[in-house]
């Protein structure tokens, strides 16, 4: 168990819908990356967000946002949703060691599947 | 930009036989490359990563890579593979001297041991 906690696991819903998946960090990790993983595409960086504020932008759609929470938790959101949006979401949330080097621990993932 | 190929979408070993899963990358400064193994319906695990230093690093479960500068890889290596040793791998890169991006990930290989 990597200590990050992503739900719903599954999530099925219709084109032109509304979702949003929830993500919890490890406990005191302040950085927390969403992916989005499909066959074609692989694993593709969508955004990073530290202790609240959006660091960096991947390939993330104008469809989709994202935000963290002052708890620390990060919502994505995907909206108008498209048959090829579905996709295992994961996050990850990591920790700076001591020598200054990040790892990261990746949730379990929302599978999402559009219909 | 920083990119990374993993060659083999599937490579196959016998139980007991070494295997090597590879990966090339590209950054435009020094690379920080990882290694990453996904159980089915898991998240990503952490197996090993290369900052600095010997270019022979040790990872979880017996698994370690091989740092090649100079013809840009970090291929995956086990001297004896196990049947657990099943899995999707992914080899990932980000540049040291970037910014908040999350890490690039390669598309993955399926790596299958056979009894």
């Known amino acids: 168990d990597s200590g990050v906690t992503q739900t719903p696991k599954h999530l099925i819903t219709a084109t032109g819908q509304r979702v949003t998946l929830r993500c919890s960090p490890r406990?005191?990790?302040?950085?927390v990356y969403w992916y989005q993983q499909s066959l074609d595409q692989g694993l593709q960086f969508l955004i990073h967000?530290?202790?609240?504020?959006?660091?960096a932008k991947g390939n993330i759609l104008e469809r989709f946002s994202a935000q963290q929470f002052p708890d620390l938790h990060s919502e994505l959101n995907l909206s108008s949703l498209e048959l090829g949006d579905s996709a295992l979401y994961f996050c990850?949330?990591?920790?700076?060691?001591?020598?200054?080097?990040?790892?990261?621990?990746f949730g379990s993932g929302t599978q999402l599947s559009v219909l | 930009a920083q990119s990374v190929a993993q060659p083999e979408d599937q490579v196959n070993v016998a139980e007991g036989n070494p295997l090597t899963v590879k990966c090339t990358y590209s950054?435009?400064?020094?690379?920080?490359l990882f290694w990453y193994v996904q159980y089915p319906n898991r998240g990503l695990q952490f197996l090993l990563k290369?900052?600095?230093?010997?270019?022979l690093v040790k990872g979880s479960y017996g698994f370690e890579a091989e740092f090649n500068k100079s013809q840009t890889s970090f291929h995956l290596k086990k001297p004896s593979a196990l049947v657990s040793d099943s899995a999707l791998y992914f080899c990932?890169?980000?540049?040291?001297?970037?910014?908040?991006?999350?890490?690039?990930f390669g598309k993955g290989t399926h790596l299958i041991i056979q009894p």
């Open positions: 990850a949330s990591s920790v700076v060691d001591v020598g200054g080097n990040e790892k990261l621990f």
């Open positions: 406990s005191g990790d302040l950085s």
């Open positions: 967000y530290y202790n609240g504020e959006e660091r």
């Open positions: 950054v435009s400064g020094n690379p920080y």
């Open positions: 290369y900052i600095t230093g010997d270019n």
């Open positions: 990932a890169v980000r540049d040291l001297g970037g910014g908040a991006d999350g890490l690039t």
